[in-house]
């Protein structure tokens, strides 16, 4: 079997400070959590510089920054926006792609997230495609279908040489935020078939490809989920602005 690097990713979504940034870097630095995973933090646009600059003072080169969001168009007339370019140029060398509220809150189709998938690539920086399904969604047995076509966007779009270097999240929004986190079992049923989706059109990219678990991920549930098989980290929300938990999660990986 093919051995996978495990990643564990914090979005701290509109939250953290600089504040937030030393400690989280301080705890990571004297703990050595990141010598045998690869740990990505994914703070508001404002303080990805600061991430970045700090980072570097503290010598952690497995420790990755992630933007958010970005726009898909790379400038423009888009007021509050930001491109690929900038969030390169400040630091970032990865991109959420897709996330349950960007699809939810501020309307993002799935072709619209694959735009910005291809665009992360194509400027050397590493997506991570969210995807999942809605309550409504798994209640009436649309789950797999609700993923497929989250996934197949961005097949059509980059083929198979798309998911070489990415990362895919699974975060059910039945989960995210809600304290209930998907069963292991659940959880590795899908990334099975979320990884049998990727083997459809490229074998050797689904033996690598990590899929990471995200949804109410805690120090108490992560052991479980994180020993299955296709589980190959976590994307934390709440538990990764608390740096003692982040850390925690961090060790169980
Ligand atoms: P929670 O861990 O707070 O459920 O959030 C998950 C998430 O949305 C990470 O992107």
Same mark, same amino acid.
């Given at each position: 079997?093919?051995?996978?690097?495990?990643?564990?990713?914090?979005?701290?979504?509109?939250?953290?400070?600089?504040?937030?940034?030393?400690?989280?870097?301080?705890?990571?630095?004297?703990?050595?959590?990141?010598?045998?995973?690869?740990?990505?933090?994914?703070?508001?646009?404002? /303080?990805?510089? !600061?991430?970045?600059?700090?980072?570097?003072?503290?010598?952690?080169?497995?420790?990755?920054?992630? #933007? =958010?969001? $970005?726009?898909?168009?790379?400038n423009g007339a888009l007021t509050g926006e930001i491109?690929?370019?900038?969030?390169?140029?400040?630091?970032?060398?990865?991109?959420?792609?897709?996330?349950?509220?960007?699809?939810?809150?501020?309307?993002?189709?799935?072709?619209?997230?694959?735009?910005?998938?291809?665009?992360?690539?194509?400027?050397?920086?590493?997506?991570?495609?969210?995807?999942?399904?809605?309550?409504?969604?798994?209640?009436?047995?649309?789950?797999?279908?609700?993923?497929?076509?989250?996934?197949?966007?961005?097949?059509?779009?980059?083929?198979?040489?798309?998911?070489?270097?990415? /990362?895919?999240? !699974?975060?059910?929004?039945?989960?995210?935020?809600?304290?209930?986190?998907?069963?292991?079992?659940? #959880? =590795?049923? $899908?990334?099975?078939?979320?990884?049998?989706?990727?083997?459809?059109?490229?074998?050797?990219?689904?033996?690598?490809?990590?899929?990471?678990?995200?949804?109410?991920?805690?120090?108490?549930?992560?052991?479980?989920?994180?020993?299955?098989?296709?589980?190959?980290?976590?994307?934390?929300?709440?538990?990764?602005?608390?740096?003692?938990?982040?850390?925690?999660?961090?060790?169980?990986?």
């Amino acid at each position: 079997m093919t051995k996978r690097m495990p990643v564990v990713a914090a979005n701290w979504k509109m939250n953290g400070s600089r504040e937030l940034v030393n400690q989280v870097l301080l705890q990571i630095k004297q703990s050595g959590v990141c010598q045998d995973i690869e740990v990505v933090i994914s703070p508001p646009a404002t /303080l990805y510089s !600061y991430f970045d600059e700090q980072k570097k003072i503290h010598e952690l080169d497995h420790v990755f920054l992630a #933007a =958010q969001n $970005i726009n898909e168009l790379d400038n423009g007339a888009l007021t509050g926006e930001i491109s690929v370019g900038l969030a390169k140029e400040s630091g970032c060398q990865w991109v959420i792609c897709g996330h349950s509220e960007r699809r939810s809150l501020f309307k993002e189709t799935s072709k619209v997230t694959a735009k910005k998938f291809m665009k992360a690539l194509n400027a050397g920086l590493k997506p991570i495609l969210c995807v999942g399904e809605t309550t409504e969604e798994k209640e009436t047995g649309k789950t797999f279908s609700r993923l497929t076509a989250q996934i197949e966007a961005v097949m059509h779009l980059g083929g198979k040489q798309a998911f070489k270097d990415c /990362l895919i999240a !699974y975060e059910p929004i039945w989960a995210v935020g809600t304290g209930q986190a998907a069963s292991p079992e659940l #959880a =590795q049923e $899908i990334h099975r078939f979320i990884r049998g989706m990727i083997a459809s059109i490229c074998p050797e990219t689904a033996k690598t490809v990590r899929i990471l678990y995200g949804g109410s991920i805690k120090p108490e549930n992560a052991a479980a989920l994180f020993s299955q098989p296709d589980i190959d980290g976590g994307l934390i929300g709440g538990a990764g602005l608390v740096p003692e938990q982040f850390i925690k999660i961090c060790q169980l990986a």
